[in-house]
């Protein structure tokens, strides 16, 4: 513990004194990222991934939620390296994650109970579909269908996820549970799976603002979203367009992306939060919501061809790359990405989460071909 202490006391005065990293290739920054998500994984209970390394107990737990989502970067791994090792490693946390599944297909967050929660169901969700197209294996065909049928019976009579949602109050970025379940149909196709995403969707819409941005899509109703949420909303309006070809949810996604894309500074800084009417809300950058938001304007590049999103996802990532640090000895945060930039900004404040590193290499897996 005294070690830990000493780690994060040296960061936050490396933030406090504007010491940066030294960068590299880009290339090396994506290695050091995945190395980092691989001592994440070994670092979890069993198969899962740990939530990361903080000040609050060193490596901690294996975080279902986004174990879900960092298989399919996995996978994708296995792929873009042609390294067999990363699948292996992608089947042992959907395998994990079936074995803590809930009998009722749920995932829960045992933080909060052991009740299951619509937005970390989602994420399982993604995993297992994905595992299930893979392999062929019905194991994972039937925890996906179970997760989703829950995901179907737990929305409200208007078909929105109201119930058994984190801290009680519902959240615009479902949008990516439902793009989970139109995942799911792709697997096997199921018209009321798609009538509950078309619900969740068609809500969201109901709560984009003038400003392009969305009411409820913090985690605390009334506060300003981290950009976090904020791409997480995007990115589920944008997939979702796309699998049911929908320019509503296409439109709605592009709208959020430029309103979001004219706050990114020259070195690629974006504030952690906005306000739901376009304001800057915070001094710190949300390191995750850069990498997230990279991969939406990466995914608006390629689909419309506006530079804008090649150039807004290129300063994104450089600035994560610039507060990444892969040349420590220290394996607990070599290659790490920060919840904040500085490191005590209100997300994810003094920690290494897992998911960060996710979406980083995600983003950068975008950006490689490009080169």
Known sequence: MLSTFLT???????????IRPLKAELTDHLRAAVEWLKRAHDH?????????????????????????????????????????????????????????QNSDGSFANPRYGSAGIVFDTGQDLFG????????????????????ADWLVHIADEKGIWTRN????????????TAWALLRMNQLAYDAERERIARANLDWALAEQQPSGFFDQCAFVRGKPPFTHTIAYATRGLLESGRLLNDARY?????????????HVAADGFLAGEISIDGQPAAAYCCLTGNCQFAIVWAKLYDSTGDEKYKA????????????????????????????????????????????????????????????
């Open 250 to 262: 296409l439109q709605a996604a592009q709208r959020c992306a430029d309103a979001a894309l004219r």
């Open 128 to 147: 297992l579909v994905r595992a299930a197209e893979e392999t062929g294996e019905a194991v994972f065909r039937e925890g996906a269908l179970r997760a």
């Open 312 to 371: 807004a996802a290129i300063r994104a990532v450089d600035f994560v790359v610039s507060r990444q640090d892969i040349a420590t000895s220290n394996l607990d945060v070599r290659g790490a990405i920060k919840g904040s930039s500085p490191i005590w900004g209100r997300y994810a404040p003094l920690s290494f989460p897992n998911w960060p590193a996710k979406f980083f290499i995600d983003a950068v897996l975008l950006r490689s071909r490009w080169s």
């Open 165 to 176: 949602e984190h801290l009680g109050t519902p959240h615009v970025y479902n949008t990516r």
């Open 8 to 18: 994060f006391s040296g960061l936050v005065a490396r933030d406090a004194l504007g």
């Open 44 to 100: 979890g209970d069993d198969d899962g991934v740990s939530y990361g390394f903080s000040l609050r107990g060193g490596w901690r737990p294996s975080y279902r939620e986004t174990s879900g989502y960092i298989a399919t970067t996995f996978f994708d791994l296995a792929r873009h390296l042609n390294d067999g090792n990363y699948r292996e490693r992608a089947l042992r946390i959907c395998r994990w994650l079936l074995a803590v």
